[in-house]
């Protein structure tokens, strides 16, 4: 990577499976501290893209280059949608946050300071002796990003983590996250169908459309005449006093409509 700042640059990237090309053409620069949203309706592309990011799938042309202290991915954090522990086995949310050290050499001492830590930036001290399965949706969903988090990543992905949240519970999420990548520059990249949480915390836009992407600042992305191409649906953006944007979809306000 040429630039300091560039986390991830994608040029000319197409993915396919076998035969069959997902994405062509894509041209993406992810650079240090931006709040990178991916949108768009299910099955254009997404979690295509982010595999190849991961490095689960190789390109069918184009490249990938990360920047050189993110070549081994350790200092990537990846949330997946769901929790792939056995819900059979009690764990704590300690044992399960720790979890995510897999791989990564630690004392005690040090395991212990990243634990405190993660607890302490995503409110979850006090739960730290609970059994994981006796969370609510939104602590569990809190303790699944404590689980990346406490490899200390510089890069976060986040695929869908607020899906199936109540409203309270995805804005202690949010409020979690925008802090990290306000206060400690974490680059965030957060996959989601909720256009409203895009125009209120997204500082660039990926937006997925029939096998293309279109990406930049959010504000010369996330506009009508981009979302109603990509969701087919009539789309009302403004922005409100405060200068913070909304999103209407099929006469509501927030979310996707039904999108999903």
């Known amino acids: ?18 035969n069959r090309t997902v994405l062509e053409d894509v041209n993406l620069h992810v650079r240090t501290g931006e709040f990178w949203f991916f949108l768009g309706r299910n099955g254009v592309g997404k979690t295509t893209l982010l595999k190849a990011l991961l490095g689960m799938l ?14 081994d991915r350790n200092l990537i954090g990846f949330v997946p949608q769901r929790c792939d522990l056995n819900p059979t086995l009690p764990t704590t949310v300690n044992e399960f946050v720790l979890l995510g050290l897999a791989g990564i050499r630690t004392n005690k001492r040090e ?14 001290e006090e739960m730290k002796d609970k059994n994981y ?26 695929d869908e983590p607020t ?17 990290l990548n306000r206060k400690e520059s974490l680059t965030i990249l957060f996959v989601t169908h909720d256009l409203t949480l895009a125009a209120h915390f997204a500082t660039h836009i990926a937006l997925f459309l029939e096998g293309r992407v279109q990406a930049g600042p959010c504000h010369t992305i996330l506009n009508q005449e981009n979302l109603e191409e990509a969701y087919g649906v009539p789309v009302s953006i403004w922005q409100e006093p405060s200068g913070a944007l909304n999103v209407r979809i099929n006469g509501r306000a927030g979310g996707t409509g039904g999108l999903r």
């Open 58 to 71: 190789q390109p069918q042309q184009g490249q990938i280059l990360l920047h050189s202290e993110f070549t």
């Open 111 to 124: 395991a212990f300071e990243r634990l405190c830590w993660v607890l302490e930036k995503m409110k979850l």
């Open 133 to 158: 399965w006796s969370l609510s949706g939104g602590q569990r969903q809190r303790a699944l990003v404590a689980r990346a988090l406490i490899r200390r990543p510089k890069f976060l992905i986040v």
């Open 1 to 18: 990577m040429e630039k300091d700042d560039l986390v991830v640059r994608m040029e000319g990237l197409s993915v396919a499976y076998g």
């Open 163 to 179: 899906k199936d949240l109540d409203l309270t519970s995805a804005n202690a999420l949010m409020e979690s996250l925008t802090d």
